[in-house]
Antibody
Framework: EVQLVESGGGLVQPGRSLKLSCAAS????????MAWVRQTPTKGLEWVAS????????YYRDSVKGRFTISRDNAKNTQYLQMDSLRSEDTATYYC????????????WGQGVMVTVSS | DIQMTQSPSLLSASVGDRVTINCKAS??????LNWYQQKLGEAPKLLIY???NLQTGIPSRFSGSGSGTDYTLTISSLQPEDFGTYFC?????????FGSGTKLEIK
């Protein structure tokens, strides 16, 4: 069974940093691209960042470029999202998602982790 | 960025009804369109990928169609467990974008 479990969320002050982790199991992690997607009641679902199987290719939405870094450790079956210079508008539930191998977008998602940016 | 306009935003229907949800992209997305269902407090679940392909384990009452900029999700006979919010999603080009959602209520 595919499982994606996020951790590392919490309350953080504006301008500070937070690192999210996503532990994967039930599939060969190194064979799949991965991503982070966030959700708020006002903006809905927003794709944040994606990473290729080996980590050599990364993609970001404009609003997080230069502040967020997606990475992965295939030996640990884990992907990460390093979030620096956090802003109030980054407050959201962050989901880890697996990119399907048949070009079908995201096929499995984690349960999500809440990040609140507030003083 | 490709804008995904979903309609309706709220839908109330009875068990057994045929239900359709629409998604219009601001430009051609070459059928790279997925549909997800989300229930309160849960992660989105993939229903349909690449316009008309049923994800494994999803009931056959769900189907998708469309091309170019216009796409549709159809539930042929609504069941009580189908309540929730439905999102379309384009993965044709960066940045990947989602529709704003259709909340489906069972009468």
């Amino acid at each position: 069974e595919v499982q994606l479990v996020e951790s590392g969320g919490g309350l953080v002050q504006p301008g500070r940093s937070l690192k999210l982790s996503c532990a994967a199991s039930g599939f060969t992690f190194s064979n799949y691209g991965m991503a982070w997607v966030r959700q708020t009641p006002t903006k809905g679902l927003e794709w944040v960042a994606s990473i290729s199987t080996g980590g050599g290719n990364t993609y970001y939405r404009d609003s997080v470029k230069g502040r967020f870094t997606i990475s992965r450790d295939n030996a640990k079956n884990t992907q990460y999202l390093q979030m620096d210079s956090l802003r109030s508008e980054d407050t959201a539930t962050y989901y880890c998602a697996r990119r399907s191998n048949y070009g079908g977008g995201f096929d499995y998602w984690g349960q999500g982790v809440m990040v609140t940016v507030s003083s | 960025d490709i804008q995904m306009t979903q309609s309706p935003s709220l839908l109330s229907a009875s068990v057994g009804d045929r239900v359709t949800i629409n998604c219009k992209a601001s430009q051609n997305i070459n059928k790279y369109l997925n549909w997800y269902q989300q229930k309160l407090g849960e992660a989105p679940k993939l229903l349909i990928y690449n316009t008309n392909n049923l994800q494994t384990g999803i009931p056959s009452r769900f189907s998708g169609s469309g091309s170019g900029t216009d796409y549709t999700l159809t539930i042929s006979s609504l069941q009580p467990e189908d309540f929730g919010t439905y999102f379309c999603f384009q993965h044709n080009s960066w940045p990947l974008t989602f529709g704003s959602g259709t909340k489906l209520e069972i009468k």
